[in-house]
């Protein structure tokens, strides 16, 4: 019942990002980092499935290891959309998660985003896109440009987003069996955050394999799984760290070619290959 406005039960998906190249060229008084970054989607990740409640219960199934239910993003983004709309309706909200947690892919992120649309649909809110947004911000710097759902040159902590078209290669993602707590990258005082300001048309005449991540000499040093993970793609493929990792991913000129690296896996890696996206296809889902 997806396609319709009277839908009481709605299947959705919940795309991974990638950080096509990030430079920090800052940080706020907060303690926030400035960024400059391109997000783009895959067609790869999540899927949530939202059934209408009329108790105004929350239920998540099933949990995700070592996240209570009340700090799962899709738990708390349902309860802010309560709170903000004063909604009497609840959910029973499945998830199917694919994407490795603390992957730099943005899955909670995402998921979140999802959380937030489908439950503006599903509780007929009718919020607009900023509106959510704004309320995806106050969840994480990465669930704005999920609810806006287009490819985006994006500054500010991630939040200031202008719509782009880029190419829309095959990828291949490398999950090296580590998780990276974003946290920890940004507070890591070897850091650099002075990089200098691009313009969005000088980023996107960089393009790839130039465009780089100011996280990655960070992460290479405190993580060695995933600096082993980039040499090892980067032997293949020019390779990179999306967001503060633990993924790494490399751009491909053909599926076929993918398809090779994917088979050359080590055992110790795990891997999946998608195409970029530049509408997401949440949006693409919702009509939206
Ligand atoms: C690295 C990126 O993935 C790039 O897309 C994002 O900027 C991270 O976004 P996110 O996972 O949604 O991050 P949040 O959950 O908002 O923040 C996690 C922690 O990372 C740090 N943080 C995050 C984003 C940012 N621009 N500056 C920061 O310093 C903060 O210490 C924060 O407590
Ligand atoms: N629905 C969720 N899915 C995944 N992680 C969640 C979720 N809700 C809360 N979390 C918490 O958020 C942390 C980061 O997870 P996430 O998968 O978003 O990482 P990430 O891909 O590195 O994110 P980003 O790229 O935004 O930094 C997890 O370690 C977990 O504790």
Not at 44 to 54: E, I, S
Not at 71 to 97: M, P, W, Y
């Amino acid at each position: 019942m997806n396609d319709s406005a009277t839908a009481t039960e709605l299947t959705l998906p919940a795309p991974a990002k990638l950080n096509r190249m990030l430079q920090i060229v800052g940080r706020r008084a907060d303690g926030y980092h400035e960024l400059q970054t391109l997000f783009q989607f895959l067609d790869h990740g999540d899927t949530l499935q939202l059934c209408l409640r009329d108790d105004g219960e929350i239920r998540l199934t099933p949990a995700l290891p070592g996240v209570p239910d009340s700090d799962n993003l899709i738990v708390r983004a349902a309860r802010l959309l309560q709170a903000e709309s004063g909604c009497r309706l609840g959910a029973d909200i499945h998830l199917t998660k694919r994407l490795p947690m603390g992957g730099g892919l943005g899955g909670g992120s995402s998921d979140a985003a999802t959380a937030l649309l489908g439950l503006d649909r599903l509780w007929r809110l009718d919020f607009s896109l900023e509106r959510l947004a704004e309320l995806g911000l106050r969840l994480g710097a990465d669930v704005p440009v999920f609810v806006r759902g287009q490819a985006a040159w994006a500054e500010g902590v991630g939040e200031r987003l202008t719509p782009v078209a880029l190419d829309t290669p095959w990828f291949v993602v490398v999950h090296p069996g580590i998780e990276v707590a974003t946290a920890a990258v940004f507070g890591a005082a070897q850091l650099t955050r002075d990089t200098a300001p691009i313009t969005m048309a000088r980023a996107l005449q960089g393009g790839a394999p130039s465009w780089s991540n100011d996280c990655e000499p960070t992460v290479r040093s405190l993580y060695p799984q995933v600096a082993e993970a980039l040499d090892w793609l980067g032997c293949r493929a020019p390779a990179m760290l999306t967001g503060t990792g633990a993924c790494v991913f490399a751009r491909l000129d053909s599926q076929t070619k993918a398809r090779h690296i994917m088979a050359e896996l080590p055992s110790h890696y795990t891997a999946f290959m998608a195409r970029g996206l530049n509408l997401s296809p949440l949006h693409a889902a919702l009509g939206r």
